[in-house]
T-cell receptor
Framework: DAGVIQSPRHEVTEMGQEVTLRCKPISGHNSLFWYRQTMMRGLELLIYFNNNVPIDDSGMPEDRFSAKMPNASFSTLKIQPSEPRDSAVYFC???????????FGQGTRLTVV | AQSVTQLDSQVPVFEEAPVELRCNYSSSVSVYLFWYVQYPNQGLQLLLKYLSGSTLVKGINGFEAEFNKSQTSFHLRKPSVHISDTAEYFCAVSEINAGNMLTFGGGTRLMVKP
């Protein structure tokens, strides 16, 4: 398996623009997570899906952020409108079952100017 | 809610020396414990995990960690480090039977010098 695949790897956008980050989890995994990494706040869980259903979105910063998982092999994280403080590395991770390893993608580095 | 504290933000060490990266956690419920490593511009890779059983856990690349329930600690150790171990190391916890949602510590940058 190719692992968790995220796209794009890098994104530079202007403030106010819509940004969409994409994630393909490992085939067969039933849990998907979006994390954000910044220097100030470290690694934070944004949202957790289980069997394509959002279970916990308490980490989503505000209404400008939304995430979807239309099927077991694809998820998106959208920011609309984007702001400079959204600049961060966004990681997607997937796992199967409970107490198992979460496999991380290589991340998307987002820069909002 | 859980929290994880990594006491050292940076740990410089010479090659072939032993190293210990400290991790303490706080939780009102039982948790699983993890150490992840992040190489520059990469995602996170699992080093080892503690779920139950023996409190000494061995992981990849010669790392091991010991769970101490009374001290709520899960320190990571390696007896002899290599230049290639230079990376950021993250301690994390997840609540038992509540999915694999991870709460991370702030990370420790291990810098191995020749």
């Amino acid at each position: 398996d190719a692992g968790v695949i995220q796209s794009p790897r890098h994104e530079v956008t202007e403030m106010g623009q819509e940004v969409t980050l994409r994630c393909k989890p490992i085939s067969g995994h039933n849990s998907l997570f979006w994390y954000r990494q910044t220097m100030m706040r470290g690694l934070e869980l944004l949202i957790y899906f289980n069997n394509n259903v959002p279970i916990d979105d308490s980490g989503m910063p505000e209404d400008r952020f939304s995430a979807k998982m239309p099927n077991a092999s694809f998820s998106t994280l959208k920011i609309q409108p984007s702001e400079p403080r959204d600049s961060a590395v966004y990681f997607c991770a997937s796992s199967y079952g409970i107490s198992t390893e979460a496999f991380f993608g290589q991340g998307t580095r987002l820069t909002v100017v | 809610a859980q929290s994880v504290t990594q006491l050292d933000s940076q740990v410089p060490v010479f090659e072939e020396a032993p190293v210990e990266l400290r991790c303490n956690y706080s939780s009102s419920v039982s948790v699983y414990l993890f150490w992840y490593v992040q190489y520059p511009n990469q995602g996170l890779q699992l080093l080892l995990k503690y779920l139950s059983g023996s409190t000494l856990v061995k992981g990849i690349n010669g790392f091991e960690a010991e769970f101490n329930k009374s001290q709520t600690s899960f320190h990571l150790r390696k007896p002899s480090v290599h230049i290639s171990d230079t990376a950021e190391y993250f301690c994390a916890v997840s609540e038992i039977n509540a999915g694999n949602m991870l709460t991370f510590g702030g990370g420790t940058r291990l810098m191995v010098k020749p």
